[in-house]
């Protein structure tokens, strides 16, 4: 009966831990894909409501900034999150980064329920957070994104451009560059620096090429072409109107790039009728602030086209739209909101500036005593040591007395060895040295003998008896004698080169830029020939040649010994 209610409680402990993991490997898996897969993420997280109501506190609200980052990255509505931001609000901290990213989307809930004081405190909130994360750049990059977007839609361009430049600083990808200098660009358009404002538009054309991201290619297009339409520059704000409807994903929203494309038309006056077409088209998908732009352009063709009546409808529909549009209240309570948020962070940068210097006054008072303690405990351990180190010297004083006598007799019973070895090696030196003597002797009439066995094979040959008998011609008349063909000098070549053939290796390996010619001469002065005959073995009938010869082989030896 006692063990009944341990086992049933180890069972629900153990159910509870494997229901555990499996909600951590989901979040896992979705925090993963949800780069690259986001519709997979929403997907993923698609509970029913009695799981959801089963999460614990830690992975409800952890659940909360998934599904409301995957919605967001979706460009659905994050309505369907706003009781799960709350909770994930509630069980954060302020001192959290998790805080900052459930402030980032509550926010951007408020922007689509167009509550631009409820967004601008959420925003500003958790950019205070996340300043104690540099690493969180992303989050930053976001925050200051839709903060800046705020600032700019309520008229605060000066302080929305400072956001956008501190965005830039934070972007880490292509694509977040790209939206950055989007931002910055249509400020420098507003405030009519042309330059400035194509410059930053064209980077961020390329950066936004660089991501491979269709849908931001198309937004940095459709902007080039806003700009030059500001510029009156329509020839180039029509060519990107194009390019960016062109680019424009299907599923995006088209009508924004409807509008400026008719719009462009219908400024330039070249096809009013796909003018019409485009305007028309884009009623149905811009917001209410492009339409009433829209409908003031339509109200304008239509009247040049004679119907009358179609643009007083239109103009009606202009007419209560602009009457719909009020923005001085708005703009009024935001700057009181950027007022009151640059008062906190003047106040919060003080108070880091206060801890900082008393952290500094608090580290320089214990390092001091820190060095003052170590100081003295240093005064004292060098006392001690200098105490024990004399009492170590004496005793090692008084054992290398004792070891020195011992030493010293070694060494002179050592030193009798010695000499007694050193005779020994020295008469067993001589006798190598004569043996040495005797082998050298030998190796070298062993040599001679060889030279003379080599030169008697070759005077055997009859090449040889030819040279010798052309080296006796006796005539006064250089041109009547005779010398070897060319025949017989490859014939006493191949003689002499089958004879010599390790002095041949010798040489090739000393000398390998020696000719066959160098080699075959240095070969026959090996002989007993006269130079004549040597040049009779040539092809001369007179030493100069031969001289020459030997010359060049000379410098050849030499430049090689040289470069050794």
Same mark, same amino acid.
């Given at each position: ?402 070891? &020195? ?6 060494? !002179?019973?050592? /030193? *009798? %060895?010695? @000499? #007694?070895?050193?005779? =020994?090696? $020295? +008469? ?28 008697? &094979? ?6 040889? !008896?030819?040279? /010798? *008998? %052309?080296? @006796? #011609?006796?005539?006064? =008349?250089? $041109? +009547? ?84």
């Amino acid at each position: 009966m006692k063990i009944t209610p341990i086992l049933l409680s180890l069972l629900l402990l153990l159910l509870s831990c494997s229901q555990s993991n499996e909600t951590g490997t989901l979040f896992l898996h979705a925090d993963a894909l949800m780069e690259e897969h986001p519709d997979s993420v929403l997907r993923l997280l698609d509970l029913p409501p009695e799981e959801i109501k089963e999460l614990s506190g830690n992975e409800c609200a952890r659940y909360a900034l998934l599904l409301a980052r995957a919605t967001d990255k979706c460009k659905l509505s994050l309505l369907p999150c706003d009781s799960l931001l709350n909770v994930a609000l509630d069980y954060y901290d302020d001192d959290e980064k998790e805080k900052a990213v459930a402030l980032l989307y509550k926010g951007r809930l408020a922007v689509e329920m167009k509550k631009a004081e409820e967004a601008t405190t959420c925003f500003q909130k958790g950019l205070t957070i996340i300043q104690d994360f540099p690493e969180e750049l992303k989050t930053k990059n976001l925050l200051l994104s839709s903060l800046g977007n705020i600032y700019f839609d309520a008229g605060y361009y000066d302080k929305s451009m400072e956001i956008y430049e501190t965005m830039y600083e934070c972007c880490t990808t292509y694509l977040d560059k790209s939206i950055a200098l989007n931002n910055i660009s249509t400020y420098y358009c507003l405030i009519d620096e042309k330059d400035s404002t194509l410059m930053f538009q064209h980077q961020a054309l390329n950066y936004a090429i660089a991501s491979g991201d269709s849908l931001q290619i198309a937004m940095s297009k459709h902007n080039l072409s806003l700009e030059f339409d500001s510029f009156d520059e329509l020839d180039s704000a029509l060519y990107y109107a194009k390019m960016a409807l062109k680019e424009l994903p299907q599923k995006e929203n088209h009508g924004n790039c409807y509008f400026n494309l008719g719009d462009l038309l219908l400024k330039t006056g070249k096809n009013k009728d796909s003018a019409l077409y485009y305007l028309t088209k884009a009623l149905d998908d811009i917001p209410i602030e492009s339409k009433a732009s829209c409908l003031k352009s339509l109200y304008n063709l239509e009247k040049e086209n004679g119907d009358y009546k179609t643009a007083n409808t239109y103009l009606e529909e202009h007419s209560a739209i602009i009457d719909s549009l009020f923005y001085m209240e708005q703009s009024t309570e935001i700057q009181q909101l950027i007022y009151e948020y640059n008062t906190k962070m003047r106040v919060r940068e003080e108070q880091l500036k206060g801890k900082r210097i008393i952290y500094r006054t608090i580290v320089g008072f214990v390092s001091i005593c820190m060095l003052i303690i170590l100081a003295y405990q240093n005064h004292i351990n060098r006392k001690k040591r200098i105490q024990l180190q004399y009492k170590q010297s004496l005793e090692q004083a008084q054992n290398k007395l004792s070891s &020195l006598e011992t030493t010293i007799e070694n060494n !002179q019973l050592m /030193i *009798t %060895l010695l @000499k #007694q070895e050193q005779n =020994n090696l $020295k +008469q067993e030196h001589e006798n190598k040295e004569q043996q040495v003597e005797e082998r050298e002797q030998t190796i070298a009439r062993l040599k001679e003998e060889k030279q003379q066995l080599l030169h008697w &094979l070759f005077a055997q040959s009859s090449i040889y !008896q030819k040279v /010798i *008998t %052309l080296s @006796k #011609q006796t005539s006064s =008349n250089k $041109k +009547q004698m005779k010398a070897l063909t060319t025949t017989e000098q490859e014939q006493l070549k191949k003689t002499v080169f089958g004879i010599y053939q390790s002095y041949i290796s010798f040489l090739h390996n000393e000398y390998p830029r020696l000719m066959e010619d160098d080699q075959l001469l240095l070969c026959l002065q090996e002989t007993s020939l006269s130079p004549l005959a040597i040049a009779i073995c040539f092809g001369y009938t007179d030493t100069h040649p031969l001289n020459q010869k030997k010359y060049r082989m000379k410098k050849r030896m030499s430049r090689e010994e040289s470069e050794v």
